[in-house]
């Protein structure tokens, strides 16, 4: 008989009054996978992860880990544990009584507590520094008492609310890795929530986009990235030119589209079943337009045009370019190849560009 998951949704709502800050959400969680629960501001995600540890209850629907619901069970009885956005250290107390602190409320004799806090900071990298007061540590260091604090009392999954929000760039990047690497380490399910796409795309083995307290896709970062399933998920995953049009010919999902300034595009149907009349909304990846400083280079190409320079973005390998649209007057934004081709391009310059139409993919327009 094969294992139940470690944590289950089944059409969990919450709601006040006539507003759902989350409407029948259903998934699964494998045991030792990392799921990331990614969305805007708002969008109900907080509220979500509030249920599964037992500060709120749900209004209907149920929620179970390792197969038992947690409708009836009080949030210090739930085998979960979380970290919050800013922690909640105590600074008045050392690194292992911080960490030895849920085992103390368990009531767990002193010799068992420190050889389990002392195993448990030599596996988050912090071997010998339990004595220390837990204010001489750095950000990232805090991040780990942190995990550790959580990972002694063996919980079956831990929750994470944005707990990288508070660090700076650099350590913010480190932590990604060192995250992602502590969850194969202790191999415990890891349910982590941001508004940051990058942190869910380098960590997750799954996603889940959310939008206005629903799912609209569940998938691997390179399905959500490449695929999406919505329009919002193609808008909110990673960046996209974005362009209104109206279906002027389908054939078998492939598309002919005048944009709204009147340019002639050709695309997907992304599985909408647009038909000649639609208005769509319309993405192409940065990266996937070709640059050329000769036009009949890009004849070949279902999408072509030129444009001069308005600016450069130099952000090393992510650098993009801003190009004024000939055709249309408007701005497309095209990653600039790391070739070093075009490094010496100025402001005001012409250039041509073009890509293939299955980079071009189309949704209904809501209302359209």
């Known amino acids: 008989m094969s294992q139940p998951p470690d944590l289950e949704?089944?059409?969990?709502?919450k709601r006040y009054d006539d507003f759902f800050a989350v409407k029948e959400v259903d998934f699964e969680v494998p045991s030792g996978s990392f799921f990331s629960i990614l969305g805007p501001s708002g969008c109900g995600k907080t509220t979500l992860l509030r249920m599964i540890a037992g500060f709120q209850m749900p209004s209907s629907g149920d929620l179970l880990i390792k197969g038992r619901s947690m409708l009836d069970v009080p949030p210090n009885r739930r085998p979960v544990s979380m970290v919050f956005q800013h922690l909640a250290l105590f600074p008045m107390m050392s690194i292992g009584d911080n960490v030895g602190f849920g085992l103390r409320q368990r009531g767990v004799n002193?010799?068992?507590?420190?050889?389990?806090v002392e195993r448990v900071l030599e596996r988050v990298g912090l071997g010998g520094v339990a004595s220390r007061p837990v204010d001489s540590l750095s950000g990232g260091q805090k991040q780990r008492v942190a995990i550790a604090r959580c990972m002694v009392l063996e919980p079956s999954v831990l929750l994470l609310d944005e707990p990288l929000g508070a660090l700076d760039l650099k350590l913010r990047e480190h932590m990604k890795i060192e995250l992602k690497r502590l969850q194969s380490e202790f191999n415990t399910t890891f349910v982590y929530i941001t508004h940051d796409q990058s942190e869910?795309?380098?960590?997750s083995d799954q996603?889940?986009?959310m939008n206005k307290g629903r799912f609209e896709q569940v998938g691997a970062a390179r399905d959500l990235y490449y695929q999406p399933a919505t329009a919002f998920v193609a808008g909110f995953v990673?960046?996209?030119?974005?362009y209104t049009a109206r279906v002027e010919a389908a054939n078998g999902g492939l598309l002919h589209l005048v944009t709204s300034q009147g340019v002639s595009l050709r695309g997907i149907d992304a599985g909408d079943g647009l038909a000649v009349g639609d208005h769509a909304d319309v993405f192409v990846r940065p990266e996937t337009v070709r640059l050329s400083r000769k036009e009949e280079d890009l004849a070949e190409f279902g999408n072509a045009g030129g444009g001069r320079v308005e600016s450069v973005l130099?952000?090393?390998a992510n650098s993009q370019l801003i190009l004024r649209d000939a055709a249309q007057g408007g701005e497309i934004s095209v990653a600039l190849p790391q070739t070093g081709a075009f490094r010496d391009l100025g402001k005001g310059e012409?250039?041509?560009?073009?890509?293939?139409?299955?980079?071009?993919?189309?949704?209904?327009?809501?209302?359209?």
């Open 9 to 13: 949704c089944r059409a969990l709502s």
């Open 110 to 116: 002193k010799p068992d507590i420190r050889r389990q």
């Open 200 to 203: 869910a795309l380098v960590m």
């Open 207 to 209: 996603i889940a986009v």
């Open 238 to 242: 990673g960046e996209a030119n974005r």
């Open 314 to 316: 130099f952000n090393g």
């Open 350 to 368: 012409m250039v041509y560009f073009g890509w293939e139409p299955d980079q071009t993919r189309c949704y209904r327009k809501a209302g359209g």
